[in-house]
């Protein structure tokens, strides 16, 4: 039995389900969010551990072969009768959910526990220059000198170093990588209010993602350049004629990528690149449980199925 673990809205996991269909694979995909609603029991003997029973399933871990963490929600309690019984049962919930991960170390495609830790941006730019990675100069910093010094040497670019996203009740702003202007004294406030990272711009013939999944890299290069809106940051503007293009890396590049994930403890990883004017290749960053399902419909590349590949191998 293969386990997906997801949301109710994520479109991404749909692909895995066809997949599985269509190989005739067992599985079960548990939105977590519905998890109060199951009945779940623990039993610590050997050859117990935690079982989920639904409507539909009545799941042993113990029986799972191998899980893919996709984007789980928050579970979900029943309506409580004040906001602090609400809060009680939210963190028990969110204690089962961990207990439950715990289980399935071992068998997952990524371990939530390596996803956690990989999400580190500074640690990721270390490992990443240890490994032969050119990574563009770099200064994470709430210190307005040190950033008013650092953006004063020009072509410096800045962005979040863990949340690109602003909530604002029901709206909210998504924070991009921006070019910046000399700092003056007027900033000095909001710098210091938390990190940025802020690195010296690299000029880019075009971004590059690689997917890596098991031993397979999957490059594709995004031609953030033919557009004025998405030259700094191609997640920018809406141009749903954004050119995708599947290519091949050089090798050197590709042992890099496989390295640093395997370092990381990860299976997969959506690694950001930047091929420069002189075919120079630049590491930006690595999402440990980045999206994918947009490159597949825009290229056909097969990565729904080297996923699935790689969880038939765990599962073995």
Request: hydrophobic content about 45%; glycine content about 6%; proline content about 5%.
């Amino acid at each position: 039995m293969i386990l997906l673990v997801t949301n109710k809205r994520d479109l991404t996991t749909d692909f895995i389900v066809v997949e599985l269909r269509r190989r005739g694979r067992a599985f079960y995909r548990l939105n977590t969010e519905d998890l109060p609603r199951a009945s779940v029991r623990f039993d610590p003997r050997a050859g117990g551990g935690w079982a989920i029973q639904t409507s539909d399933v009545d799941l042993r871990l113990v029986n799972v072969t191998a899980a893919y963490y996709r984007r789980p929600g928050a579970p979900e309690p029943t309506e409580a009768r004040d906001e602090a019984t609400a809060k009680y049962l939210a963190d028990e919930w969110s204690a089962v959910t961990k207990a439950l991960w715990n289980e399935l170390e071992g068998r997952w495609l990524n371990s939530p526990f390596a996803i956690l830790r990989a999400e580190d941006k500074p640690r990721q730019l270390a490992m990443a220059s240890a490994l032969g990675f050119d990574v563009p100069e770099t200064l994470i910093s709430n210190d307005f000198a040190a950033a008013s010094a650092f953006v004063a040497r020009g072509g410096a670019i800045g962005k979040p170093l863990r949340h690109s996203l602003v909530e604002r009740g029901d709206a909210g702003e998504v924070l991009f990588t921006a070019r910046l202007d000399p700092l003056t004294p007027m900033d000095n406030t909001a710098v210091s209010l938390a990190p940025v990272i802020y690195q010296r711009e690299v000029r880019k013939a075009y971004d590059v993602r690689a997917t890596v999944i098991g031993d397979r890299v999957f490059a594709v290069a995004i031609h953030s350049q033919d557009h004025d809106e998405t030259e700094i940051d191609w997640r920018s503007g809406t141009r749903l004629d954004l050119r995708h293009e599947a290519i091949e890396l050089p090798s050197n590049i590709i042992d890099k990528c496989l390295a640093l994930t395997q370092k990381l403890n990860l299976r997969y990883g959506a690694i950001d690149l930047i091929a420069d004017q002189n075919g120079r290749y630049w590491f930006l960053e690595i999402n440990p449980n980045g999206q994918w399902a947009w490159i597949e419909r825009r290229t056909g590349l097969p990565l729904a199925s080297a996923i699935v590949d790689e969880l038939e191998a765990i599962a073995e």
